[in-house]
């Protein structure tokens, strides 16, 4: 079936370095994508859209790429801090229908 | 205070009773949601409705059901409560925008275990 898949299950990153968390999705007739922060004990958290006309998106210490082409959705992390570690999920679904299809998440690790 | 309350935030249970799980909004969005989330998994859709008289099933709805009793309120009931439904539970509210795709924000979760 259609699917959002994560390349990995943890990533770990010293502080201060930027954080690339990737995302494979498979429905091509998905037009918006959403990255979200769970951290522990916690529902998760809106950080950042993109739709399918766009390739990037930024936002404050976050950037989105989106790659229609290989199907690759990217969040990146800059200057990462200690209050970034979390588990990190990219959602899809096509524009105005309810569903949302999620990957299995990304834990965000940082060294000191 | 939190836009999207979930009561209990901790259950445990025995296999076989009735649980109901309760959600409330002061976001005023229309829309809500009931997630379950495994371990090591992504949220998976339970139930969802538009609005007090649309209720729709999602992808995993065997084994529950719903009540929106008012436009703040969404509650998900376990009616025989099994081990496998053993799971960290999460509601979330959105509100249609016409066109857009609506982001959805999260209650704090509960935390169900059946016995």
């Known amino acids: 079936g259609e699917s959002v898949g994560l390349h990995l299950p943890t990533l770990s990153v010293q502080e201060g370095d930027n954080s690339i968390i990737n995302c494979a999705y498979s429905n091509s007739a998905s037009d918006y994508f959403i990255w979200y922060k769970q951290e522990s004990g916690k529902g998760p958290q809106f950080i950042i859209d993109?739709?399918?006309n766009m390739d990037k998106r930024q936002g404050q210490r976050v950037t989105v790429l989106l790659n229609k082409t290989v199907k690759h959705l990217s969040l990146q992390i800059a200057a990462t801090q200690p209050g970034d570690s979390a588990v990190y999920f990219c959602a899809e679904n096509k524009v105005g229908n309810y569903q949302l299809i999620w990957g299995a998440g990304t834990k965000l690790i940082i060294k000191p | 205070d939190a836009d999207v309350t979930q009561t209990p935030r901790n259950r445990i249970t025995k296999t076989g009773k009735r649980i109901m799980l309760e959600c409330s909004q002061t976001?005023?969005?229309?829309?809500m949601y009931w997630y379950r989330q495994d371990p090591g998994l992504g949220l998976r859709l339970i139930y969802y409705?538009?609005?007090?008289?649309?209720?729709n099933k999602g992808e995993i709805s065997d084994g529950y059901s719903v009540s929106r009793q008012a436009q703040a309120k969404f509650s998900l009931s376990l009616e025989s409560a099994i081990p496998n439904q053993t799971a960290l539970y999460f509601c979330?509210?959105?509100?249609?925008?016409?066109?857009?795709?609506?982001?959805?924000?999260f209650g704090p979760g509960t935390r169900l275990t059946v016995l």
């Open positions: 976001k005023g969005h229309d829309r």
């Open positions: 979330a509210t959105s509100q249609w925008t016409g066109g857009a795709s609506d982001t959805q924000y």
């Open positions: 993109i739709r399918s």
């Open positions: 409705s538009f609005d007090v008289k649309d209720i």
